[in-house]
């Protein structure tokens, strides 16, 4: 049994088979799973998981060197974007416009569904890699 870090064995194994530059998306309830791009579902109800406590726990198992939002989030998730500013200070942050946003989606790994009910909280995490 695993010690420690993401117990969910599809995330675990997403993130132990990423290389640099893959992308993975942590999506709120509503944004649209493009065919052919995985899902991972762990919403149970509205707002749980949330969608910070997912991200909390995927950034601290995957180096991340550049996250995506949509430009949407800075007037519609002031929160959101303030958590987002937070959590990911040391990175590349990069806003685009939502429908730009569902486009990038088609190329992640995977998308992680959460039970999050609040606008825009949505973000592509694009792996670095884990030199020295």
Known sequence: MKKNGILNSHIAKVLADLGHTDT???ADVGLPIPP???KIDLALRL???S???VVDAVAEDMVIEKVTIAEEMKTDNKA???YIQKQFQDCELEACS???FKALTRNAKVIIRTGEAKPY???ILQAG???G
Do not use: M, R, T, Y
Request: aromatic share 8%; net charge negative; charged share 10%.
């Open 51 to 53: 969608f910070s406590e």
């Open 47 to 49: 707002g749980q998981p």
């Open 80 to 82: 959101g974007l303030a």
């Open 24 to 26: 993975i998306v942590i």
């Open 98 to 100: 939502h429908e730009q």
């Open 121 to 123: 909280a949505n973000c």
């Open 36 to 38: 052919g791009v995985p």
């Open 129 to 131: 890699v884990n030199f």
